[in-house]
């Protein structure tokens, strides 16, 4: 088909691309994820992604990809030249803003009885370490008494019966709210009236809910690994994922101190300057050019 219309360049977004065409391919890949953690995707699935991506790598012209985390990950793994991948960031819904009082207080209200919260926004994908998220929550409520809820945002997928026999355990369960899905609006105004966000994975090529956080006012505690740092720059409360301990620590020193969450809303604030669509276009289609020789 490529060569029936002529194609000058074939641009694949999610990484696949043809083995035998002549024609020149640009393609993304995200992230390297099955490769690190196989164990996290059904077998097939990640047997496929593991023998066809490296091949995938090999016959393209060029690949973007979304932080110099993944860029330096496809060179290594796949042995492919720097030179060749390009880091083409992502942006942030413009639909994020900060609230005002008036508004934080009822979100709060019809979402939690008035209670402030924390808030995970993403996929029930196990890297996102949601396990260890909850185990955490619930020694902070242990810990203080305090009188905060943990919001889930996001599609509840049991992969296994794991997280559902964690919330069953826990002695705080009912202090944690599944939302679902949300439509932007809606995760906007749920976003906005968090205290914090919790966003602690194992692995992330990029991790667009660390700019959600900083587009919405509020302040952020994340992973210290993959591609976070690179990204959250400054502006966040950085914690080991795998260590309960640490994230009950970060909620700890966010309930309590509101000057550290001020000045990690400020810091997100300035750090968003670094990330748009706007820059991710110009930045793709600069890959284009490259590309085509141009």
């Known amino acids: 088909m490529l060569s029936k219309i002529g194609a000058d360049l074939f641009i694949s977004p999610d990484g696949f691309a043809s083995l035998r065409t002549e ?22 699935v990640a047997d496929f992604y593991r023998t066809m991506f490296p091949r995938y790598a090999a ?7 979304v932080s110099a985390y993944s860029k330096r990950d496809i060179a290594r793994i796949y042995a492919v030249p720097s030179h060749r991948i390009d880091v083409v960031y992502n942006g942030v819904n413009a639909e994020f803003h900060p609230l005002n009082d008036d508004q934080v207080e009822a979100v709060r209200i019809e979402h939690c009885g008035g209670k402030p919260y924390f808030i995970y926004v ?23 008494n305090a009188p905060h809820q943990l919001v889930i945002v996001g599609q509840v997928m049991w992969s296994s019966g794991e997280l559902q026999e964690i919330v069953k355990a826990m002695k705080h369960k009912d202090d944690v709210v599944f939302k679902g899905r949300q439509e932007p609006e809606d995760l906007a105004l749920l976003l906005g009236a968090a205290e914090s966000m919790v966003f602690v994975p194992l692995f992330e090529g990029f991790g667009i809910p660390v700019l959600e ?25 950085f914690v080991d994922p795998k260590s309960i301990s640490e994230i009950v620590g970060a909620m700890k020193r966010m309930k309590a101190d509101a000057g550290l969450r001020s000045e990690l809303v400020s810091k997100g604030s300035e750090r968003l300057s670094y990330f748009s669509w706007d820059q991710t276009a110009e930045r793709m289609w600069k890959s284009v050019e490259a590309a085509l020789d141009l």
């Not at 016959?59 to 990809?65: E, G, L, S």
């Open 23 to 44: 024609i020149p391919q640009l393609i993304v890949i995200h992230d390297l994820n099955f490769e690190h953690h196989p164990e996290f995707l059904p077998p097939k």
């Open 59 to 65: 016959v393209a012209k060029r690949i973007a990809t």
């Open 122 to 144: 993403g996929s029930m994908h196990p890297r996102k370490n949601i396990a260890r998220m909850l185990r955490a929550f619930d020694v902070f409520k242990t810990d203080t």
């Open 213 to 237: 956080s900083f587009a919405a006012g509020v302040p952020l505690i994340t992973s210290n690994v993959t591609s976070i740092p690179e990204v959250a720059g400054n502006a966040a409360l």
